[in-house]
C-alpha cells in the first residue's frame, strides 16, 4: 500500500531535549515536505527537499533541522525544542514536486512543555 | 498577507444540499490542490488542478487561472463529507502556500 508513515503519532517532551520525528515514503517519490500546522494559521511549510541531498528552508525552518540522505526517508530535527514548537506536523510526498498529488502522513501532535 | 485565502471559514449544510467551497490566490502557480482533513487529523489529497475542472464521484473542482480562483463543490452532501477542507497552490519556487481550511459540518 502506498503510504507516507510517520513516527511518533504523538509526543510530550520537554524543552531543550533533542527530537527526531522520523517520515518514510514508499513510493519512491522525488519530492518530500514538512509542515506544520496551528490553529488559525493553517499549515505551513518548514523545509522541503527535491531529492536525495536537496534540501530547501520553506516558510519557518527556525528551530528545525532535516536531512535527505536515502530518497525514502526525510527526518525532523528539533535540536532544542521551545513550547512555540508545540504543533501538529505533517510530513508529505509527491512524485515530482507540484504538478502531481501530493501524500500526507497521519501527523505527529507534538508538545514542548 | 495570506497568498490563498478560502471562504467560507465555516459552512453548516443540511444532507443533500450543493456546497461550495472558493479559494483565490495572488500568486503565480504551478498547480491548486485541493485537501481533506477528517477530525482525526489525517489528510488526503482531493485534486491536483493546473486549468480547467476535474470530477471524482460527487466532488468537483474547478479552476481559472486568469481570475485566479478555484472552487470545490460538493453534490448531495452527506455527513460523512464533514470534515475541513483545505486549497494550497503550489509555486514554481518549489514550496507550498495552504489556504486556512473551510471547516464543512453536515447534518443529516
Known amino acids: 500500500e502506498a503510504q507516507v508513515t510517520q513516527n511518533p503519532r504523538y509526543l510530550i517532551t520537554v524543552t531543550g531535549k533533542k527530537l527526531t520525528v522520523t517520515c518514510s515514503q514508499n513510493m519512491n517519490h522525488e519530492y518530500m515536505s514538512w509542515y506544520r500546522q496551528d490553529p488559525g494559521l493553517g499549515l505551513r511549510q518548514i523545509y522541503y527537499?527535491?531529492?536525495?541531498?536537496?534540501?530547501d528552508k520553506g516558510d519557518v525552518p527556525e528551530g528545525y533541522k532535516v536531512s535527505r540522505k536515502e530518497k525514502r526517508n526525510f527526518p525532523l530535527i528539533l535540536e532544542s525544542p521551545s513550547p512555540n514548537q508545540t504543533s501538529l506536523y505533517f510530513c508529505?510526498?509527491?512524485?515530482?514536486?507540484?504538478?502531481?498529488?501530493?501524500?500526507f502522513g497521519q501527523g505527529t501532535r507534538l508538545t514542548v512543555v | 498577507k495570506n497568498e490563498v485565502e478560502q471562504s467560507p471559514q465555516n459552512l453548516t449544510a443540511q444532507e443533500g444540499e450543493f456546497i461550495t467551497i472558493n479559494c483565490s490566490y495572488s500568486?503565480?502557480?504551478?498547480?491548486l490542490h485541493w485537501l481533506q482533513q477528517h477530525p482525526g487529523g489525517g489528510i488526503v489529497s482531493l485534486f491536483m488542478l493546473s486549468s480547467g475542472k476535474k470530477k471524482h464521484g460527487r466532488l468537483i473542482a474547478t479552476i481559472n487561472i486568469q481570475e485566479k480562483h478555484s472552487s470545490l463543490h460538493i453534490t448531495a452532501s452527506h455527513p460523512r463529507d464533514s470534515a475541513v477542507y483545505i486549497c494550497?497552490?503550489?509555486?514554481?519556487?518549489?514550496?507550498?502556500?495552504f489556504g486556512t481550511g473551510t471547516s464543512l459540518t453536515v447534518i443529516p
Open positions: 500568486v503565480g502557480i504551478s498547480a
Open positions: 508529505a510526498s509527491s512524485r515530482i514536486f507540484g504538478g502531481t498529488e501530493a501524500f
Open positions: 527537499s527535491m531529492n536525495v541531498e536537496v534540501t
Open positions: 494550497a497552490v503550489s509555486l514554481p519556487g518549489n514550496q507550498f502556500y
